[in-house]
């Protein structure tokens, strides 16, 4: 079964710091793999995704991501934080091997950006 | 033109009572999905259908019944609700296994 795992339920960045947020995946086939952002009250926004293309994907926001298949992750990147990046983040695994395309989603990230 | 809505927005109810929250999209997209978000941010599946067909039915009570009238409708019908049902209750619908769009979510709170 696939299985998503986010390390650091809370991450704190200054602005204009580095973003790095963790996710780390187990498949048995070559997976599908999203970065979804939830702001306060809101439904989920995709920020980018990686479907076998480019290992390399970015996103919205001047989000990005890589696919490393050694490593099995997926860690989610920005050069410089802004206040606005406050939110929590949840990275998700297609799970295309059920033949259902069900996500199975990370427990998430909060980000925080400090002034 | 909201791509995936979901009415009610908020919901708060006694328990044992029955209530639907109802979900449309717009997307023409084939399947749709239901997801439950609990108080710790957890998000799981509950429900998917696929043109009408239920093709994903997790661990849920059966107090919980998805129904789908139509490809761009998906509604959620729980009876006798419990305390343990409050949550955030979110509908998304994909083209197979690509990206889901998520509606805004339903608050449901049983007190």
């Known amino acids: ?115 | 033109d909201t791509a995936v809505s979901q009415t009610p927005k908020y919901l708060v109810t006694q328990m044992g009572n029955d209530k639907s929250i109802k979900c449309e999209q717009n997307l023409g997209h084939d399947t749709m999905y239901w997801y439950k978000q609990d108080s710790k941010k957890f998000l799981k599946i509950m429900f998917s259908y696929n043109n009408k067909e239920l093709i994903i039915n997790e661990t849920v009570p059966n107090r919980f019944s998805p129904k789908s009238p139509d490809k761009a409708h998906l509604n959620l019908h729980i009876n006798s609700l419990e305390l343990g049902d409050s949550a955030v209750y979110f509908c998304a619908s994909s083209i197979t296994a690509d990206t889901q769009y998520f509606g805004p979510g339903t608050r449901l709170t049983v007190l």
């Not at chain 1, 086939?29 to 479907?51: M, S």
């Not at chain 1, 920005?78 to 091997?97: I, L, N, Q, R, T």
């Open chain 1, 1 to 115: 079964a696939q299985s998503v795992t986010q390390l650091g339920s809370h991450v704190s960045v200054s602005e204009g710091a580095l973003v790095l947020l963790r996710c780390n995946y187990s498949s048995s086939v070559p997976p599908y793999l999203f970065w979804y952002v939830q702001y306060p009250n809101q439904g989920l926004q995709l920020l980018l995704k990686y479907t076998s293309a480019a290992t390399l994907v970015k996103g919205i926001n001047g989000f990005e991501a890589e696919f490393k298949k050694s490593e099995t992750s997926f860690h989610l990147t920005k050069p410089s934080a802004h206040m606005s990046d406050a939110a929590e983040y949840f990275c998700a695994v297609s799970d295309k091997g059920s033949g259902t395309y069900k996500y199975i989603f990370g427990t998430g990230t909060r980000l925080k950006v400090l002034a």
